[in-house]
């Protein structure tokens, strides 16, 4: 398992950016190799998908409610991903978390939580009205 730490949350208003960061750390491997996704979790709600990248940063795919606002992207030299956010809405106030799947081929992303063994801490954003 690769160890992650996520950063780049914080409190925002309707219409604003953020950039969230997810960084490997520690004594790991490159997160080069693996499936990288964000995911968040509002209070009271199930952990959902946000959006997925491959290996190389040729596929990629996002939850309908962000596509258009946010993007994801990856930085295999610096071993980070990184999701921007941007006309952020009240309805995307959640913990964010970033999560890596070191089983999938080089071609493809997944939705599915249980399909990532990596998981960071979380961050949290919140979008004020």
């Known amino acids: 398992q690769v160890q992650l730490v996520e950063s780049g949350g914080g409190l925002v208003q309707a219409g604003d950016s953020l950039r969230l960061s997810c960084a490997s750390s520690?004594?790991?491997?490159?997160?080069?190799?693996?499936?990288m996704g964000w995911f968040r979790q509002a209070p009271g709600k199930e952990r959902e998908f946000v959006a997925a990248i491959n290996w190389r940063g040729d596929g990629i795919d996002y939850v309908d409610s962000v596509k258009g606002r946010f993007t994801i992207s990856r930085d295999n030299a610096k071993n980070t991903v990184y999701l921007q956010m941007n006309s952020l809405k009240p309805e995307d106030t959640a913990v964010y978390y970033c999560a890596a799947d070191s089983r999938r081929a080089y071609w493809s992303t997944s939705r599915t939580l249980y399909d990532y063994n990596s998981w960071g801490q979380g961050t949290q954003v919140t979008v004020s009205s």
């Open positions: 520690g004594r790991t491997f490159s997160i080069s190799y693996y499936t």
